[in-house]
T-cell receptor
Framework: AQKVTQAQTEISVVEKEDVTLDCVYE???????LFWYKQPPSGELVFLIR??????QNEISGRYSWNFQKSTSSFNFTITASQVVDSAVYFC??????????????FGTGTRLQVTL | KAGVTQTPRYLIKTRGQQVTLSCSPI?????VSWYQQTPGQGLQFLFE???????NKGNFPGRFSGRQFSNSRSEMNVSTLELGDSALYLC??????????????FGEGSRLTVL
């Protein structure tokens, strides 16, 4: 069975600090997708990134970067120079191709990030 | 482009009642998925509909059901409500054609409280 673990329940940082959110996953499939979503207080989940299991290249998008390492089954997310607007709950998720759809996501328990001035 | 719309946003029911939640996906999206979010169990997949057919379902009892209409709008129904059904119910849409590997677009959810 697939599983996503986000060991950090809550992280508090001061604005402009860098912060890394950890994600470890388990799956028996060789083909899968990994995602990060952000959930602001309004409730909707906002897509941040998708990675497929064949693409281990790290990715940077502005202040966000992602480090995917199959050898350690990790898909960590770093926010550089954090801002108050980054305060939210962040979820890592996994989708297995053999379910017939990538819409069936297994989510981690989320990491609540609090950025203060 | 309008986002995913869920109605109602908030509702209160009592045990034993039933509830119907509605989701209008982004125009052109044919896949609608439903997720339940609770403090104890986190985010859990309920089911997915594509072209009016249930394409996948999660591990929930038969009290949870859904359907999709020809215009891709979807409804989910929970019968014989229990206290544990109190949750934020999130709907997500995606283009859904073939094996969907794209991101999901979520609505703001319907917060159900069962008393």
């Amino acid at each position: 069975a697939q599983k996503v673990t986000q060991a950090q329940t809550e992280i508090s940082v001061v604005e402009k600090e860098d912060v890394t959110l950890d994600c470890v996953y388990e799956t028996r499939d060789t083909t899968y997708y990994l995602f990060w979503y952000k959930q602001p207080p309004s409730g909707e989940l906002v897509f941040l990134i998708r990675r497929n299991s064949f693409d281990e290249q790290n990715e940077i998008s502005g202040r966000y970067s992602w480090n995917f390492q199959k050898s350690t089954s990790s898909f960590n997310f770093t926010i550089t120079a954090s801002q108050v607007v980054d305060s939210a709950v962040y979820f890592c998720a996994l989708s297995e191709v053999n379910t017939g759809t990538a819409s069936k996501l297994t989510f981690g328990t989320g990491t609540r990030l609090q950025v203060t001035l | 482009k309008a986002g995913v719309t869920q109605t109602p946003r908030y509702l209160i029911k009592t045990r034993g009642q039933q509830v119907t939640l509605s989701c209008s996906p982004i125009s052109g999206h044919r896949s609608v998925s439903w997720y339940q979010q609770t403090p104890g169990q986190g985010l859990q997949f309920l089911f997915e509909y594509f072209s009016e057919t249930q394409r996948n379902k999660g591990n929930f009892p038969g009290r949870f059901s859904g359907r999709q209409f020809s215009n891709s709008r979807s409804e989910m129904n929970v019968s014989t409500l229990e206290l544990g059904d109190s949750a934020l119910y999130l709907c997500a849409s995606s283009p859904g054609a073939g094996l969907n590997t794209g991101e999901l677009f979520f609505g703001e959810g319907s917060r159900l409280t069962v008393l």
